[in-house]
Structure formats: C-alpha cells, structure tokens
C-alpha cells in the first residue's frame, strides 16, 4: 500500500483538496468540515468524522469496530486499507499529540 503524506503544521489554515482545491476544513463556515469530490475520509486520532462507502468497504475494520476497539489507531487503520492515489494531510491538533487525518483520491 503506497501513500503520499503531507503534513500542514498551521493549525489555523485551512484544508484543500490537493486535485480541486476545495475548502474541505474551512474554519469560517459552522459546518467546518465540507467534503469534497475527492475526499475519503477526515479521521481524528479520537475517532472518524467523515468516511466514504467506498474506503470504508476497503478498510480492514469497519469504522464502527474501530470505534469500539480498546486499541484503535486511526493512523494505523488508514493506511493499511488498500486504496490507490491516496493522498493524506496530516495537521496537528494541538493537543496532546492528537492529529487530523484527511485523505484524498482522484479515483472514485
Ligand atoms: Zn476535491
């Protein structure tokens, strides 16, 4: 399983999509969190806050086991799921060593 990590050190900026350039965390809207097209999940390491069918049907564990695993690692779980093109950004938290995970992929 290949993937391209990216790592946004600015808590306060926004997320693009790297293929369309949309907002996908824009911090101005209520509703922060806008999936885009190409958007496969926005995960915490406290827990998924979005997620596809489509990377979910690959995903080792469903989000729901996950969810109630003791030993969940979010980061571990995304990028074992086989999916071709993924692209994550990574941005910290800032708190305690947490981190957002949003991947993104031109294939649907
Ligand atoms: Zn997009």
Same mark, same amino acid.
């Not at 003791?70 to 690692?73: G, Q």
């Not at 799921?81 to 093109?85: F, H, L």
């Given at each position: 399983m290949t993937y391209q990590l990216i790592q946004q050190s600015d808590l306060s900026a926004n997320i693009l999509c790297?293929?369309? +350039?949309?907002? &996908? &965390?824009?911090? $101005? +809207?209520?509703?922060y969190i806008q999936p885009c097209e190409h958007t496969l999940f926005i995960a915490m390491d406290l827990g998924f806050e979005f997620v596809t069918d489509r990377f979910e049907a690959n995903m080792l564990q469903s989000v729901d086991e996950l969810h109630e695993d003791?030993?969940? /690692?979010i980061f571990q779980a995304i990028t074992t $799921?086989?999916?071709?093109?993924l692209t994550i950004i990574q941005t910290d938290?800032? &708190? +305690? /060593?947490l981190f957002r995970y949003i991947g993104f992929s031109s294939v649907s």
């Open positions: 790297p293929i369309c +350039q949309h907002h &996908v &965390v824009d911090w $101005t +809207q209520e509703q003791d030993e969940m /690692n $799921t086989p999916y071709p093109q938290l800032g &708190v +305690q /060593n």
